[in-house]
């Protein structure tokens, strides 16, 4: 069954070093996102990405994030300056109809920022 | 207001036992409403997908939707074991935009 890939599993980073998250969508889909979850919290929405451009981000999605389609399978989420509330675990999702919000999520990055 | 709130309990049950689990919304916009199942620290597995109104069932799963109400509920009949997770229940309307999660409700089913 096709799947969400992500790697890598976890990460450990210093903080204020940049770090890239990556993620192969299920192949057929047309539509990628970012979304977080803190520790025993929501899982949040960061990103979504269509057409190689971003079609929406959520407030927490600031100017040290940005993500990358480098090429036909590879979608990216890169942390500029990495801080301490980054810490995280980050998932990749991807769908693709058109008109349904049907979306399939990776198994995660989990990101520790120290 | 919260967009979506979803009771976190947990929520403790003999096997066998039925599961109701429920999220109401505040935004009457949504359109398709959406069930996830999340074991610790791994991706949320969508488990049921409702557009609009009406119940869609899928084995022992049973998902509701009264957007009169904004109102959503899981059914879970003839709980088991493996069923112990966490559900996340998640709003959204066209593909490319956000999907809106509740908190989650934390199930364990005892043998």
């Known amino acids: 069954e096709p799947e969400v890939t992500q790697t890598p599993s976890h990460q450990v980073t210093q903080m204020g070093q940049e770090v890239i998250l990556r993620c192969v969508p299920i192949?057929?889909?047309?539509?990628f996102y970012w979304y977080r979850q803190i520790l025993g919290q929501k899982v949040e929405f960061l990103v979504s990405?269509?057409?190689?451009?971003?079609?929406?981000k959520s407030e927490i999605f600031d100017d040290q994030f940005s993500v990358e389609r480098p090429d036909g399978s590879n979608f990216t989420l890169k942390i500029r300056s990495t801080k301490l509330e980054d810490s995280a675990m980050y998932f990749c999702?991807?769908?693709?109809?058109?008109?349904?919000?049907?979306?399939?999520f990776g198994q995660g990055t989990r990101l520790t920022v120290v | 207001q919260k967009e979506v709130e979803q009771d976190p309990g947990p929520l403790s049950v003999p096997e066998g036992a039925i599961v109701s689990l429920n999220c109401t919304y505040s935004?009457?916009?949504?359109?398709?409403f959406m069930w996830y199942r999340q074991y610790s620290r791994k991706g949320p597995e969508l488990l049921m997908y409702?557009?609009?109104?009406g119940n869609k069932e899928d084995g022992r799963f049973t998902a509701q939707v009264d957007k009169s109400s904004k109102y959503i509920s899981l059914f879970i009949r003839d709980s088991q074991p493996s069923d112990s997770a966490t559900y996340l229940c998640?709003?959204?309307?066209?593909?490319?935009?956000?999907?809106?999660f509740g908190k989650g409700t934390t199930l364990s089913v005892s043998s």
């Open positions: 998640a709003i959204g309307n066209q593909a490319g935009t956000a999907l809106i």
């Open positions: 409702t557009y609009s109104s």
């Open positions: 999702a991807s769908s693709g109809l058109r008109d349904t919000g049907e979306a399939f």
């Open positions: 990405f269509y057409n190689n451009e971003i079609s929406e």
């Open positions: 192949s057929n889909h047309l539509y």
């Open positions: 935004n009457s916009a949504f359109q398709y």
